[in-house]
């Protein structure tokens, strides 16, 4: 057992929340210094006045999004919007205050999209520079923290892969510990890890400074010996993670959330809500409406076209699922004789006799999905997204196919991960079933707006090729 006397604290407060300060505080001085001086003969005291309002309404701001946080262990991304989330409410606050004093009628129109849009892109490049900075040191061998593992598993096996694969973190594996004897570990036939000691030998190495963070894996059924563990480790000052193992499950964008202090984290969940929700829908508008601008001549002849080559409606209403498992009607141009909406629905084939000449070229070149951008106006789908399935196809595969229903957490498509992929046209077996909605699970545990650029690019050439398009 460890003495009291060998105990040390060791302090982990670092500099780098004072070198973030003093570096947003230099760039916001600056480009408000850049702002000002495009307005002619600016009082000196007006340009003070501004900066330090918005030092003040930044620094509260950033207190309330948490800006100045350890980010070591976070993506960039999350990082950067936070700045912006920060300044967003800066820049409301100061030029709303402005308004209501009259105080901002001295400065130009250039003043003040110079200071609106130079200042954020100034924070944001700053907070990029400095991680890239960070990265190279630790890289090196710089700033880095000693981290060990409580738990000899294939999940604390995944997580020191993950962490060697991520050398900007910053993080040297002291050790995995576990006191169970290794024919009880949790690991694969003939595989093996190098065990560094038992709960007591890591609690020593914590308590004399030598291990600043220590992860633990062990299975959430083991509760008991996490809470002896925990028990133990409260007497140190490391940094202590539990590495909940809930990769068993089939989770899609998992997330914590609070309910009134206690935290839960949603196993499936859609990834698509809040600002990333406003993005979505905000480029979905966008683009469907220059699209239906600019096709609005060629959908009239297409549908000229359709009423003139066999009897019928030129657009047809197909019954299907939506998000959350809402029914919609989705519009397409009528490209078939027949028009199946019921309890049973035959999909289209590679020589299928119920389709229209017209018809078939318009399948081929999918010209026959664009009246469903007025599907995307409405909001009833979005430009890209699962593709959605006719309502009988659903109720077929859903007892087939695990996880079948979780394709509708977000939005139908027009276009879809699954169709950039090959998973297009018939699905004569389940196989081609279960690969579609693979792809459905993995774009919306991936989800983000430049995936969506990216599918849409990608879904031009694909439509170019033609490939299992009937």
């Known amino acids: 057992m460890v003495t009291p006397s060998r105990f040390q604290v060791r302090t982990h407060q670092s500099l780098y929340g004072l070198v973030?300060?003093?570096?947003?505080?230099?760039?916001?001085?600056?480009?408000?210094?850049?702002?000002?001086?495009?307005?002619?003969?600016?009082?000196?005291?007006?340009?003070?006045?501004?900066?330090?309002?918005?030092?003040?309404?930044?620094?509260?701001?950033?207190?309330?999004s948490a800006l100045y946080r350890s980010w070591r262990s976070s993506r960039l991304i999350h990082e950067i919007w936070c700045v912006l989330i920060s300044w967003v409410y800066t820049a409301s606050a100061v030029m709303g205050l402005g308004m209501l004093t009259h105080y901002n009628v001295r400065y130009t129109h250039e003043s003040k999209l110079i200071w609106l849009f130079a200042t954020p892109l100034g924070l944001a490049c700053a907070r990029i520079g400095f991680r890239l900075f960070l990265r190279m040191l630790?890289?090196?061998?710089?700033?880095?923290?000693?981290?060990?593992?409580?738990?000899?598993?294939?999940?604390?096996?995944?997580?020191?892969?993950?962490?060697?694969?991520?050398?900007?973190?910053?993080?040297?594996?002291?050790?995995?510990?576990?006191?169970?004897?290794?024919?009880?570990?949790?690991?694969?036939?003939?595989?093996?890890?190098?065990?560094?000691?038992?709960?007591?030998?890591?609690?020593?190495?914590?308590?004399?400074?030598?291990?600043?963070?220590?992860?633990?894996?062990?299975?959430?059924?083991?509760?008991?010996?996490?809470?002896?563990?925990?028990?133990?480790?409260?007497?140190?000052?490391?940094?202590?993670?539990?590495v909940p193992d809930f990769f068993v499950f089939q989770m899609l964008h998992a997330r914590w959330?609070?309910?009134?202090?206690?935290?839960?984290?949603?196993?499936?969940?859609?990834?698509?809500?809040?600002?990333?929700?406003?993005?979505?829908?905000?480029?979905?508008?966008?683009?469907?409406?220059?699209?239906?601008?600019?096709?609005?001549?060629?959908?009239?002849?297409?549908?000229?076209?359709?009423?003139?080559?066999?009897?019928?409606?030129?657009?047809?209403?197909?019954?299907?699922?939506?998000?959350?498992?809402?029914?919609?009607?989705?519009?397409?141009?009528?490209?078939?004789?027949?028009?199946?909406?019921?309890?049973?629905?035959?999909?289209?084939?590679?020589?299928?006799?119920?389709?229209?000449?017209?018809?078939?070229?318009?399948?081929?070149?999918?010209?026959?999905?664009?009246?469903q951008l007025f599907n995307v106006i409405t909001g009833s789908m979005s430009l890209v997204g699962p593709r959605p399935h006719a309502t009988a196809h659903n109720e077929h595969y859903r007892p087939l196919i695990h996880g079948y229903m979780l394709r509708h957490k977000v939005k139908p498509g027009i276009t879809g991960l699954a169709q950039i992929n090959g998973w297009r046209g018939e699905t004569e077996n389940?196989?081609?079933?279960?690969?579609?909605?693979?792809c459905d699970h993995r774009y919306i545990r991936d989800w983000s707006l430049w995936m969506d650029i990216k599918i849409l690019c990608k879904t031009a050439r694909v439509v170019l090729r033609q490939e299992n398009a009937y």
């Open 138 to 242: 630790r890289k090196r061998g710089f700033n880095t923290q000693r981290f060990a593992i409580c738990g000899i598993n294939q999940l604390g096996l995944q997580l020191a892969r993950n962490i060697e694969q991520t050398p900007e973190l910053g993080l040297k594996l002291v050790g995995f510990f576990d006191d169970r004897p290794e024919n009880r570990t949790e690991l694969a036939a003939g595989e093996s890890l190098p065990a560094a000691g038992d709960l007591h030998q890591l609690m020593d190495m914590a308590r004399r400074g030598l291990v600043d963070v220590i992860y633990i894996t062990f299975p959430m059924r083991a509760e008991k010996r996490i809470r002896d563990y925990l028990e133990l480790l409260s007497d140190s000052t490391a940094s202590v993670y539990i």
């Open 257 to 371: 959330n609070q309910i009134n202090g206690l935290p839960v984290v949603s196993v499936f969940e859609t990834p698509i809500s809040g600002i990333d929700g406003i993005l979505k829908r905000g480029f979905d508008l966008v683009v469907a409406t220059l699209l239906l601008v600019l096709l609005a001549v060629p959908m009239a002849i297409l549908g000229l076209l359709v009423k003139g080559s066999s009897s019928g409606p030129v657009f047809f209403r197909q019954k299907r699922y939506g998000l959350s498992g809402e029914e919609i009607q989705v519009w397409k141009f009528r490209s078939m004789d027949c028009c199946d909406n019921g309890p049973s629905v035959r999909q289209a084939t590679a020589d299928d006799g119920r389709i229209t000449p017209i018809g078939r070229f318009m399948r081929k070149t999918s010209l026959d999905e664009l009246p």
């Open 430 to 438: 389940i196989e081609k079933m279960q690969g579609r909605i693979e």
């Open 20 to 64: 973030y300060r003093l570096l947003d505080a230099c760039i916001i001085l600056v480009i408000a210094w850049v702002a000002g001086r495009s307005t002619w003969q600016l009082p000196t005291g007006s340009l003070l006045v501004t900066s330090a309002a918005t030092l003040l309404a930044y620094g509260i701001a950033s207190e309330i």
